[in-house]
């Protein structure tokens, strides 16, 4: 028999109004009985094909919208980065569609009992470093053994057998010739799979003791290099009627025909999105069309097809361009044209900043088909090390809710090793071993134990402590009394630099502060010493007092936290550690006395102000010149800092614990710019000195009691600054060099004797696809041009290398339609750019022209750098590296390096990528003395009160404080391309001595406390964007 039919009938109860929940009611079946299949209407059972390939089946309200079936769907897998995946069905028209989660089910599926919905990744990243969890690796390699078996993955049969032997490794463990065969036999992971089998067996065998995590990682790396990773195919046609593929990326919209991708529309060339019935429509920016009209016109399938492709791109668009969730737009009340589509879920920043930052508790998950046997390494492990994340496994934290791994984590199980977890396999995430009947419901996978699961990372309970070492007394002070209340933030979260409200753009782009400080009122504005208004003296004093401040700070990103780094870890060698601290320590303790001397004298000189008297406090000079005559005894440590930076560089070359440590260290907020240039400041400083006492005796007359101490304290600091000013440029030189070493992929021993830096920027390459965006690297006998590397990664790859010898630069302005371009000729090789605007375009050529005329002449006078290893000429010294090529040669160098953590934002590559423009050797030596730091009020353009900031600006960016005493940035906003002004009348600000930055649409105010403070922001500002080699 089939079910039993019953009656149900409700009982209306006394008070029913109109509109009220329809009651339960009392079911009269008898116990056993079901309901009829017309009473079970009320919920769909829905199925949902995972990408193991279970199906398991959820209960949904058949008006319910799609939100509902993905939460919980999310839910039954413990999926926590699950804005990357989303549920797709399939149309009669065979094409794929995703489920909207704003749209009820029934509006979108076709007979949803019946319907077939798949777990699938919607978006794919460029980078797997990005994915934070090991169990949403896992589900990304299965997306990818899925597109390889369905054929949505062209690629040689090398590499899809290569792909096959990292997902049967971590499927079934090391190798075994019988085992592999019988495995593959009963399991399909490519189209042909018995034509690969040798392969695929060959490459399993080199893959001993990988576990399955490093499998799943190696899995992503391999795929996001080929071209058509993440790509799905939407059949269209162009004007002309020929067949062509669209498809849509993190970069943009894509145009193929057939597998051969013919051309890149990025998100930055493109104005608007639309589609008219069948016709997509791409609208490009004016300004970067160039040999392509306005409106591209590509026509679908069908007005369903047509619609379904927008959708994707907006999707995209918002998730991978957008730093915030765009708002719902209202609804009209009568008429609308258009769709109101919007994507509703988090963007990729909002996701990646809260698995960092919430503190989500991540319980062990089960591969269902790794029950074979497991490797011998995931056999081992004690513990399985889930919530370690490949960019994050070698970082500590501070902060309970962070979720990154420390040097030290707590043993959550009495088996756990003690101690630091190796740094080999602190990268990697280890699964418990399972038995053989491991195959269970993904709803049980999900449900492991999360009280044992949970791994909790040791938090510093403070700064680091400073251990007696080499060259260190006992009485070197510890971290400020602010660190205590705050302590050290090892996480690897860059500078700060969030948006105003409505400003959705690339944080670089739109370099706006958090709201710290707290508003302000107008009468706590007032600056504190009126009555020294006019004394310029103090002012300077002031401004020594406040540069001396950060100074010490800057000397103790060395001498306190990097030491106690490198010391925790037993890092360094004690003969480095020796050259390091015995040169930086005498410097730190002999600031800190001097700074003690300033602020002393500051307090009497403001107090001997308000009572009106003047007298011997009202001076500096005496203090200046004891001062600057004990600096010459510094002069042998100073001298000795360009030998500190070349051994420290072939130490961290030599030896990879101290590379670990220092790649590390760069990442803690406390390290706001490289390290190496903390090693320079203390001979920058002594300029900044030199510069602030040509100030102080210009002002003075000869007849003021304090010309002359100032006087000879100036001829003092300006004979060890003579002394020191070859020692500088080498440092400098060196320093550039290093830093972009491990910016650029593809060259090795870029630190070579005679090589000097001269520009970076960036500059349009004409290619065959049109002007594609390069950064250009001028050296002293060669140019680099190179490409962003992934999103998320600091790193540029080498395109190609020009020698200077025999080079030629033309103006070709007027031959090509392209703006501001010139050519350049080289030996075998003619190189076609443009410039951002004519003046970059005037820099570029007089840099290149003087640099191949010093190429020509050089006869043995360049500059030299100690230590450096003389790298041998490559064999092909110029040439267009094609990717393949890159992607070979690059690969030794690149190692582990590229793509851990987050890149620094404020760095001058990332910045003139970012802008479009460029800096030169000479900007970098201007900068030196262009160094300010004091309290500001700062104001955005739309917001009312003022907020009180301490600010420091360095390296031709902005770090903001909440006071002097803070230890790390709040955040930074880099000023390469910003203009400074007076606020104008339409501008509303009416206070005096305010200052007004802006770039585009981003315009800050800010207000300083005196006309002299004010005009010393004007003018750094503006030498920054205006030096010798900018102007």
């Not at 399938?301 to 492709?309: A, I, T, Y």
């Not at 889930?386 to 496994?393: D, L, N, P, V, W």
């Not at 756990?416 to 740094?423: L, M, T, W």
Request: aromatic share 8%; glycine share 6%.
């Amino acid at each position: 028999m089939g079910e039993i039919e019953g009656t149900y009938r409700v009982l209306q109860t006394p008070g029913t109004r109109l509109g009220s929940p329809t009651p339960a009611g009392v079911s009269t079946l008898e116990p056993g009985q079901t309901l009829s299949a017309r009473m079970q209407e009320k919920h769909l059972h829905i199925r949902v094909k995972l990408l193991d390939n279970t199906v398991e089946i959820f209960d949904i309200e058949p008006k319910r919208d799609g939100q509902m079936l993905l939460t919980q769907v999310w839910r039954r897998l413990n999926l926590t980065e699950c804005d990357y995946f989303g549920l797709e069905f399939q149309h009669p028209r065979s094409y794929w569609i995703w489920l909207e989660p704003m749209k009820p089910i029934i509006r979108q599926v076709r007979r949803p009992k019946n319907a077939l919905l798949r777990l699938a990744v919607k978006f794919f990243p460029p980078d797997p470093g990005q994915l934070q969890e090991e169990y949403t690796r896992y589900l990304f390699a299965l997306q990818l053994k899925r597109d390889l078996l369905e054929e949505r993955l062209p690629c040689t049969d090398t590499t899809a057998a290569l792909l096959a032997s990292h997902l049967l490794q971590a499927e079934i463990g090391d190798y075994d010739e019988t085992l592999d065969r019988e495995h593959l036999k009963a399991n399909e992971y490519l189209p042909s799979q018995e034509h690969s089998l040798e392969k695929i067996l060959e490459f399993h065998r080199k893959h001993m003791g990988q576990t399955p995590a490093e499998s799943d990682f190696q899995v992503l790396e391999i795929a996001r290099k080929l071209e058509m990773y993440g790509i799905r195919f939407h059949t269209a046609s162009d004007r002309e009627g020929a067949r062509i593929n669209l498809a849509v990326s993190h970069m943009g919209v894509l145009v193929f025909q057939g597998t051969t991708k013919i051309n890149t529309f990025n998100w930055s060339r493109v104005r608007k999105l639309s589609f008219k019935r069948k016709r997509f429509l791409i609208k490009l920016h004016p300004e970067v069309r160039g040999p392509y009209q306005d409106t591209l016109e590509f026509l679908l399938g069908s007005r369903d097809e047509c619609k379904n492709f927008w959708k994707i791109c907006v999707e995209y668009h918002t998730f991978f361009r957008l730093l915030d969730q765009p708002k719902a737009k209202a609804k009209a009340v009568f008429f609308s044209r258009g769709s109101s589509f919007r994507y509703s879920g988090r963007t990729q920043k909002q996701l990646v900043d809260y698995v960092r930052d919430s503190g989500v508790k991540r319980v062990p998950y089960e591969r269902r088909h790794s029950k074979t046997r497991m490797s011998i390494r995931a056999l081992t492990a004690d513990l399985p090390r889930q919530s370690i994340s490949f960019t994050e496994g070698m970082r500590t934290t501070a902060s309970p809710s962070s979720t990154n791994a420390s040097f030290y984590s707590v043993p959550t199980s009495p088996l756990a090793p003690r101690g630091p977890p190796d740094f080999k396999d602190s990268s990697s995430s280890l699964t418990e071993p399972q038995a053989p009947d491991a195959k269970r419901p993904a709803a049980e996978r999900s449900s492991g134990a999360a009280a044992d699961g949970d791994t909790r990372w040791a938090q510093s309970p403070g700064p680091p402590a400073l251990q007696p070492c080499q060259g260190l007394s006992m009485e070197s002070p510890q971290p400020s009394p602010t660190t205590r209340k705050s302590p050290q933030s090892l996480s690897p979260v860059s500078q700060v630099t969030l948006g105003p409200a409505g400003q959705s753009l690339s944080p670089l782009l739109s370099p706006v502060l958090s709201h710290v400080g707290g508003a302000r009122t107008d009468s706590e504005e007032q600056p504190k010493h009126k009555s020294m208004a006019a004394d310029e003296a103090y002012f300077i004093a002031k401004e020594i007092l406040a540069t001396e401040r950060t100074y010490l700070k800057d000397l103790e990103v060395l001498t306190v936290w990097f030491r106690s780094a490198v010391v925790k870890e037993d890092a360094m060698p004690a003969d480095l550690m020796t050259l390091l601290f015995s040169n930086i320590d005498p410097i730190y303790e002999f600031h800190r006395g001097f700074l003690r001397e300033v602020e002393q004298r500051l307090a009497l000189w403001e107090g001997s102000s308000d009572t009106h008297v003047t007298g011997g406090h009202q001076r500096i000079g005496d203090i200046l010149l004891r001062n600057m005559h004990q600096l010459k005894g510094f002069t042998s440590c100073f001298q000795r800092h360009d030998e500190v930076l070349t051994e420290l560089e072939k130490a961290t070359k030599r030896l990879k614990k101290l590379e670990a440590v220092y790649r590390e260290f760069e990442l803690q907020k406390v390290c706001y710019l490289p390290l190496n240039a903390f090693l320079l400041k203390p001979i920058q400083r002594l300029l900044h000195y030199r510069l602030l006492l040509g100030r102080l005796c210009t002002h003075y007359g000869p007849a003021h009691p304090d010309h002359a101490d100032c006087h000879d304290a100036l001829q003092a600091i300006t004979e060890v600054t003579s002394t020191l000013q070859h020692s500088l440029a080498r440092l400098e030189n060196l320093q550039k060099l290093t830093e972009l070493q491990r910016d650029l992929v593809g060259i090795e021993n870029l630190i070579t004797p005679g090589r000097e830096f001269i520009r970076e920027g960036c500059l349009h390459k004409l290619t065959k696809k049109g002007l594609q965006q390069r950064m250009f690297f001028l050296f002293s006998d060669m140019l680099l041009y190179t490409s962003k590397g992934v999103t998320g990664s600091s790193h540029f790859r080498i395109r190609g290398r020009l020698p200077l010898r025999g080079m030629l630069v033309e103006e070709g302005e007027h031959e090509r339609s392209v703006p501001h371009c010139f050519t350049i000729c080289a030996a075998q090789k003619t190189v076609v750019v443009a410039a951002s605007t004519h003046l970059e375009k005037e820099k570029w050529i007089c840099d290149l022209n003087t640099a191949i005329d010093a190429a020509k002449s050089r006869s043995g006078q360049s500059l030299v750098l100690p230590g450096s290893v003389v790298c041998m000429p490559p064999s092909r010294c110029m040439e267009e590296v094609s990717p393949e090529q890159e992607s070979e040669d690059a690969r030794s160098s690149r190692g582990s390096l590229e793509g851990q953590g987050q890149p620094r934002a404020n760095t001058t590559v990332r910045v003139c990528w970012y802008r479009n423009t460029s800096v030169s050797r000479a900007d970098h030596s201007a900068a030196v003395e262009n160094q300010l730091s004091g309290y500001l009020l700062r104001k955005f353009k739309n917001s009312n009160g003022w907020q009180k900031l301490w600010v420091v600006f360095t390296n031709f960016c902005l770090f903001f404080y909440k006071t002097h005493q803070d230890d790390y940035p709040l955040a930074s906003l880099p000023l390469l391309g910003y203009s400074v002004s007076v606020p104008k009348e339409a501008d509303g600000v009416h206070k005096e001595h305010v200052f007004k930055l802006q770039f585009k649409s981003h315009v800050y105010f800010f207000r300083a406390e005196s006309k002299y403070t004010f005009g010393r922001w004007m003018e750094v500002i503006e030498r920054a964007g205006s030096s010798p080699g900018r102007a």
